[in-house]
């Protein structure tokens, strides 16, 4: 594994550590006896989750039960809708332009991360993934002692297999703090669910064999064709829920096992996605895009003894995970994280992040929400920003409206969109000093394909890499 750590990080992670295994007065603790897990379930929707309330079934039983004992923040959006971009922005509390991770296919080593705070604050740490885009070659892997897939040769791993080798490598380290990643795709198109819950969920045929379907490119061929009718799009909705409804099984085995194993009450557990998904909306299917079915995402802190459990209303972000952690964990919080501990909001402590604007990126696709509710989507290019578009999520949370030709709509967007660009411009040297190291882009690998991402999605994201540095 990579452990090359700035000076910086050391010293920070050596800083607040300094008063030894002094307790955490929230939890009773010592910092060596919280453990801190952080699960991520990749494209999971924010409302694909039963204790929202939105599915048509109980897709998540394990995971409503660990949401009534953790803070519950009901309104999250990621950093990016790509998986890698958006997973480097979850771990190192830095939006996409400034940790330079633009695209899937694009490799960076990051400046700090969880991890690597983690590690030097005595923390074993490990990575237990699903493949894909998360692999070394692209930079993941700097701060972890190990960092392997659950299924070697598999592109797309699943809970089934993670579950077992998390628990295989919690119990390798037994008696020491740890931090553990843990991912799985199983929502991730295909959308293919276990035969028993494809039967029990989603009955019946039609058209399209979704099993074999994934990406933008195969959706927009189907929609274009008409074969995506109201129907197929009910039966592909709920294919995609069983999948979660899998990943919830999984998930209550590794609870019970982290019971069994005396951590589950005495552990930082977090449950997020790296992205969400669209199911049709915007005629639509997949993600990479800046819509806010794509955006938002669950966000679940389950603190020792459930402390601070409940539900919160308050706009938060990804990026706002690395502060709240090594807040609670009484370590500094290094320079250049842009997040926010959430610890002031869960106190009931006056916090300043009501006021932010949430950025999400992928590649050349950008979206701003700012703080009075109006929202900007589009694709940057030299020219300006294409395929616009232009929501007051006050009166239209679900983005149905594009108010881009409505009178005044134009007017409105270009003065966001300016605002943003001048608040940017104005921090761009700001983000140079501590971006990530832009590694050789490593050589595209044929199994990748399975994921249903375009090539040139990876071009677009190098292009706005060379723009930014």
């Known amino acids: 594994m990579n452990l090359r750590l700035p000076a910086a990080v050391w010293f920070l992670a050596a800083f607040g550590a300094c008063g030894g295994d002094e307790p955490l007065e929230a939890f009773g603790l010592r910092r060596s006896e919280v453990p801190v897990i952080l699960i991520s379930l990749d494209t999971c929707r924010a409302d694909a989750l039963s204790w929202t309330g939105e599915p048509p079934w109980t897709t998540t039983p394990h995971l409503d039960a660990f949401a009534r004992e953790a803070a519950r923040f009901h309104d999250c959006w990621s950093a990016s809708t790509g998986t890698g971009p958006a997973h480097r922005s979850l771990l190192t509390g830095q939006h996409v332009h400034r940790h330079g991770l633009y695209s899937n296919g694009l490799a960076v080593e990051p400046a700090f991360n969880l991890a690597s705070v983690l590690h030097a604050a005595g923390y074993a740490t490990g990575g237990i993934i699903g493949g894909g885009y998360l692999r070394e070659a692209y930079g993941f892997g700097t701060g972890f002692d190990s960092w392997h897939r659950a299924q070697p040769g598999v592109t797309l791993g699943m809970f089934r297999e993670a579950v077992p080798a998390a628990l295989s490598w919690i119990d390798e380290h037994e008696g020491r703090p740890f931090f553990l990643f843990l991912h799985g795709y199983d929502p991730h198109c295909p959308y293919w669910p276990p035969e028993d819950l494809r039967r029990a969920r989603a009955p019946g045929e039609g058209p399209l064999d979704f099993e074999d379907l994934c990406g933008v490119e195969d959706f927009q061929e189907a929609l274009r064709r008409g074969l995506l009718d109201e129907a197929g799009r009910d039966r592909l909705r709920r294919l995609y829920l069983a999948e979660v409804e899998e990943a919830d099984r999984r998930l209550g085995e590794f609870f019970d096992g982290l019971r069994r194993r005396g951590l589950y009450d005495r552990s930082i557990l977090v449950f997020t996605s ?37 539900d919160y209303g308050e706009r938060v972000q990804s990026i706002d995970l690395l502060p709240t952690i090594l807040e609670a964990l009484e370590l500094e919080v290094p320079d250049g994280v842009e997040g926010l501990s959430l610890l002031p909001l869960l106190r009931g402590e006056a916090w300043e992040g009501a006021d932010r604007w949430r950025l999400g990126k992928h590649a050349s696709w950008e979206a701003v929400e700012f703080a009075d509710g109006w929202k900007i989507g589009y694709r940057r290019t030299r020219q300006g920003p294409v395929e616009r578009h232009l929501y007051d999520r006050r009166s239209d949370p679900l983005e149905e409206r594009n108010l881009l030709q409505e009178p005044g709509g134009e007017e409105r967007f270009q003065e966001l969109f300016a605002r943003f660009d001048a608040w940017k411009q104005a921090r761009r040297e700001e983000d140079r000093r501590y971006r990530g190291l832009r590694l050789p882009r490593p050589k595209r690998e044929a199994d990748l394909d399975q994921l249903g991402y375009a090539e040139g999605e990876e071009q677009e994201g190098a292009a706005a890499a060379e723009e930014e540095e």
């Open 274 to 310: 790296d992205h969400g998904e669209s199911l049709g909306e915007h005629d639509f299917v997949g993600h990479v895009r800046a819509w806010g079915e794509q955006l938002q995402v669950p966000f679940l802190v389950r603190f020792p003894g459930g402390r601070w459990a409940g």
